[in-house]
Every structure is written in structure tokens, then in C-alpha cells.
């Protein structure tokens, strides 16, 4: 049975009253996103190299080779429920593992190649990975702390660059090209017995407040982002193309852009960019005819350092979708001015449940700085942290999401069942079980969330309740804030104080009167209390692999 998740409706409220999930027996996410489109010729994936040339998969090409893929693994001794990692930038390596992984009944596992020895030490043993498909850029460090990964039995290097792969990769576990370890002619398997709620993919959040989890999520996950993608991308979602800047190792690029649009057989354009490059980024978009994008924040105020991009670049661009930081008015003034009526839409979701909240034109305007509404098939709630009850209009609690059949909703964190019963409320509103976000918002009268800060990151100075995004937000708007992070720090008379380090644009050094400037900016748009009492200027701001700020290195 080919399964398209619908979302009908002339109106939001239609929208949300008739959808439902209706997942057919035997869901394979693989089978789902390159194995069910009736035309198999259909281009799923442009792979621009670094040298300017790229190459053309269709959705047949991608389901033959990831067979061949899961041949491969099946060889080396993965069996269902084993973990394999996937250290492999934007390059066609990357997707063919993971839908491999989901052939054989494995768990695949995205890393971002930009981890250190510590970072992929720590997520390689927690996760027990016995496979790692590794870049050939990051060989030497898999190399370096494969013995102190001891369940690693194989890695398979992508590509020929970098140093010589040596047989032995240390520890217990043998290496070898991954080009020459897969009989590309070798592309009859048979599908393992899934469905919607067998574990399919461990990611891991981003570990800026703490110690990195392991979110175990099922086969039934990419089909959870299905409603927000037709929101953000307003409506029309099967007659584009798609690209992402951001690493195939997030959620926010696999689960917002690349995975939705292979569901819906669309095509989606792959680039090992590196560090984002505003003029590559219109270049890549005029080429392939790019109408819809997923672009972090900080790129677009990126791309909004270029000129005149409209006039320079034949674009076909007609959304963008974001989230992760704030989006200020000022954004989407720019796109709609700069790039003639693109939309930006924001998004709001989390490693645990992404994708619950967003915007869509077509339904209702956008109020700039809330993150929408909550997207059809997900039941999302501001509840009272204390009481587990919902809070009026205007009141500050915390995001949850019911669980019921919705797909989007993580199983659990890996091997930390107390960490999982932590964020549940299992007699929640409606006597329902409830996932807790840990994030606070508000939803105003006519039903918009408006995001306040995480849980343990609001800051409480002299009785003051402040959330650093707020206080972001506004000190973004000065011309020559590039970036910022806002934290509290310890203060004996007032509990804590507010913190700002600031990031200037390039050229602009810090200064007593740039501070002034800023204080004088946040006490106007928004409390005195609320201004930064110390403010520290650097170069560059700490963030994780996926760009978000480290808070716990600004203190």
C-alpha cells in the first residue's frame, strides 16, 4: 500500500479536525521514502561535488543501492536492533546507510563529522555501535579511539582522500574502503519485518546544558514531520526541490527537509559544504532550481550580507523554513523584500519531538517571533510544571505534546529509563500520557506559541523571571551584534545578574560605548530589570555541531 500522510483543509481548524494517522501494517521507513513512488526514475538526490559537477540519483537508484548497502552490513554481522554510525557529511554514503540500517531492522545513528575524539568516543560506546561508516576525513580519529570503542567490530571509510585505510583500525575492529566493501551489483534484499513503531534511529541532543542522551526514535518518526513540512513550505510540497545547508547529522536537516521530501518523491540537492558560504549558498540555489530551504538563522543573516541577491541570481526560491534561534522581524522583512515575496516561516521541535509547532501563510499571518501554531496530528499544550494542568492564554508553562499514535514522539532515551520517566507525565490533561519538553512558552488568545526559554536556562534575578532569548532577540537588533548569547551568573545581592557576550559584526571592535549601546537598547524594548549588567565581547561565540550556542561556556 503506497501511504502519503494528507493534511486537507481549507482552513487550519479544517486542517486539524480531519487529519488522523492511518500508518498501514508493515511500515519500513526505507521502503516508504525511495521504495513506494510509482515513477522510480524520478530524481531523488542532485549530489553537487566540491569541484563544481554533480551527479543524479533517482528513487530506484537509491533503493537498489541501499540494498546493496544492507548487503553489505548484513556480511559484517549486523543484525536487527544493532547500531550503526554514520559519520558522513552531505555525500549519498550517508542516506544509503541510514535507509540500509532500516532494511535490516537496524538502529542507525547520525554523528556529525565535526566531532572530536571525545564527542564520537562518548556516543560510539554509549550507543554499543558495532559498524561506523566514517568520511574519510574523520578516519583518523575513529582510528585513534577505536580501541577504547570495544563493541566496534568494523568501520567502512567513505572515500579515497586522507590517509591509507590499514586493515587492522585498532581494538578489535577491521577497516576497509567502504566503495570496495559493497557489491554494487548485489541489490536484491529482502525487507525485515518492521512497522511503524520499531526503533529505527538514535540521535543525540546536542549536550548544551548537560551530558549527551541518546533519543531512540521508530520507524513511524519522519512521517511525524510530515503536517509541519506541508505548513512551512505553504501547502505545496509535491512539485519542488529542496536543500539544506545544515548537517545530515541533525534532525532539523533529515527530519525539516530531507526525509518529508523523499516521502512526498520529491528531489533534494546534496552539497559537503563545510562552514556556510553565503555566495555558494545562492549559487547552489540558482542551479538547481531550489524552491524550498531549510536555512538555520545564522546563515540567513548571512546571506542577508549579500546584495542585491534577487538581481544577481536567477532564483526559484519560494520558501524557507527555520528554527533553532530567534527570528526577528527583521528577517522576514528581508526575505520578502530582498528575494521578491519568499516567506520565512519558523518552526519549533526538539531532538525528543520535532516539528510540532510552526507557521503557514496560507492559513494565518505570521506574527513575528512567535513560532505559529501546533501542526495537525500533534496535540501540543502549555501545562503547568507543578500541577500538569493547562494554563490560561498569556501564562508562561511548559510545552508538551500528547503521546497516543503520534509518530513524531521519541520511545525513550537510550539505556536511561529514569531520564525518559523524567520528561513523561503520565496522567497528564485527559488523563493521557504527555512528553515534557523542558521548554517554556506561552500561546496567545488566537491559539500562537511564543517560545520563552528552556526550562533550566530562565534566569531569575532580583525576583525577575528573564529568558535569555528574549533578551537575545532584542540585542540582535543592533547593527553590529552579529551574535549573542545571554546567561546568568551568580550575584550575592540580586540572586544572579545578566550576562550578554556578544559576538560584533566583522570590522567592529567591543567598547564601553558599544555596551552602553546595548544596555540603553534592551532597557528600552524591554525592562530595566532585564538588561545586561556585564557584558563580555569575543570573536566567536562557543556552539555545538548544530549551531546552537553553548550557554555553559559563556559564564
Excluded at 8 to 37: C, I, M, Q, T
Excluded at 126 to 148: H, L, N
Excluded at 503 to 529: M, S
Amino acid at each position: 500500500m503506497t501511504y502519503y500522510v494528507t493534511v486537507d483543509g481549507d482552513s487550519y481548524e479544517e486542517a486539524r479536525e480531519s487529519f488522523s494517522w492511518d500508518v498501514p501494517p508493515g511500515f519500513n521507513a526505507a521502503a516508504d521514502l525511495v521504495g513506494k513512488h510509482d515513477d522510480g526514475e524520478q530524481v531523488a538526490l542532485y549530489q553537487l561535488s566540491s569541484a563544481d559537477g554533480h551527479e543524479e540519483y533517482t528513487f530506484a537508484d537509491l533503493d537498489a543501492r541501499s540494498n546493496a548497502v544492507a548487503n553489505a552490513l548484513s556480511a559484517r554481522g549486523v543484525e536487527r536492533g544493532d547500531r550503526v554510525a554514520v559519520v558522513v557529511p552531505q555525500k549519498p554514503a550517508n542516506v544509503l546507510t541510514h535507509l540500509a540500517c532500516w532494511k535490516l531492522g537496524a538502529i542507525s545513528l547520525p554523528l556529525s563529522v565535526l566531532f572530536g575524539d571525545d564527542a564520537l568516543r562518548y556516543r560510539l560506546t554509549d550507543s554499543e555501535a558495532r559498524v561506523a561508516v566514517v568520511d574519510a576525513s574523520q578516519w583518523k580519529t575513529v582510528r585513534d579511539i577505536a580501541p577504547d570503542c570495544p563493541r566496534l567490530e568494523s568501520v567502512l571509510v567513505v572515500g579515497d582522500e586522507g590517509d591509507t585505510v590499514d586493515e587492522n583500525a585498532g581494538g578489535g575492529a577491521a577497516a576497509e574502503r567502504f566503495e570496495a566493501a559493497v557489491d554494487w551489483d548485489e541489490t536484491a534484499f529482502e525487507l525485515a519485518d518492521t512497522d511503524v513503531d520499531t526503533p529505527a534511529i538514535i540521535m543525540y541532543t546536542s549536550g548544551s546544558t548537560g551530558e549527551p542522551k541518546g533519543v531512540l526514535h521508530t520507524h513511524g518518526v519522519w512521517l511525524g514531520h510530515c503536517p509541519a513540512f506541508t505548513m512551512y513550505f505553504e501547502r505545496d510540497v509535491r512539485d519542488g526541490v529542496y536543500w539544506t545547508p545544515a548537517d545530515w547529522a541533525w534532525i532539523g536537516a533529515l527530519g525539516d527537509l530531507v526525509f518529508p521530501a523523499w516521502h512526498y518523491g520529491q528531489p533534494v540537492v546534496g552539497y559537503p559544504m563545510g562552514s556556510f558560504d553565503p555566495e555558494r549558498a545562492y549559487e547552489i540555489m540558482a542551479a538547481f532550481d531550489v524552491t524550498d530551504a531549510f536555512i538555520p538563522p545564522t546563515a540567513i543573516r548571512m546571506l542577508m550580507g549579500i546584495e542585491n541577491p534577487s538581481d544577481r541570481y536567477d532564483l526559484s526560491l519560494e520558501a524557507i523554513c527555520s528554527g533553532g534561534e530567534p527570528l526577528t522581524g527583521e528577517i522576514l522583512e528581508w526575505a520578502d523584500e530582498a528575494l521578491s515575496g519568499v516567506v520565512v516561516n519558523e518552526l519549533y521541535g526538539q531532538t525528543e519531538a520535532n516539528l510540532l509547532v510552526t507557521n503557514c501563510r496560507e492559513w494565518f499571518p505570521a506574527k513575528p517571533g512567535s513560532m505559529g501554531k501546533p501542526a495537525p496530528g500533534h496535540d501540543v499544550a502549555v501545562l503547568d510544571s507543578e500541577t500538569g494542568e493547562r494554563v490560561d492564554p498569556g501564562e508562561i508553562g511548559e510545552i508538551a505534546v500528547r503521546r497516543g499514535d503520534d509518530p513524531v514522539i521519541f520511545e525513550a532515551y537510550w539505556n536511561a529509563p529514569e531520564k525518559t520517566a523524567a520528561v513523561t507525565l503520565e496522567d497528564g490533561p485527559d488523563g493521557d500520557v504527555w512528553h515534557l519538553t523542558g521548554d517554556l512558552a506561552e500561546r496567545d488568545d488566537d491559539g500562537y506559541c511564543w517560545f520563552t526559554s528552556r526550562d533550566d536556562e530562565l534566569i531569575i534575578t532580583s525576583g525577575y523571571r528573564v529568558a535569555p532569548r528574549e533578551v537575545e532577540e532584542t540585542i540582535l537588533e543592533h547593527e553590529v551584534v552579529e551574535q549573542v548569547g545571554v546567561v546568568g551568573v551568580p550575584d550575592e545581592t540580586r540572586g544572579e545578574i545578566i550576562k550578554a557576550v556578544v559576538q560584533p559584526v566583522d570590522g567592529v571592535t567591543g567598547t564601553d560605548e558599544l555596551r552602553e549601546e546595548i544596555r540603553d537598547l534592551v532597557r528600552e524594548k524591554l525592562a530595566a530589570y532585564e538588561y545586561p549588567r556585564e557584558i563580555a565581547f569575543r570573536d566567536d561565540l562557543p556552539t555545538t555541531t548544530t549551531g546552537k550556542i553553548r550557554r555553559t561556556e559563556l559564564v
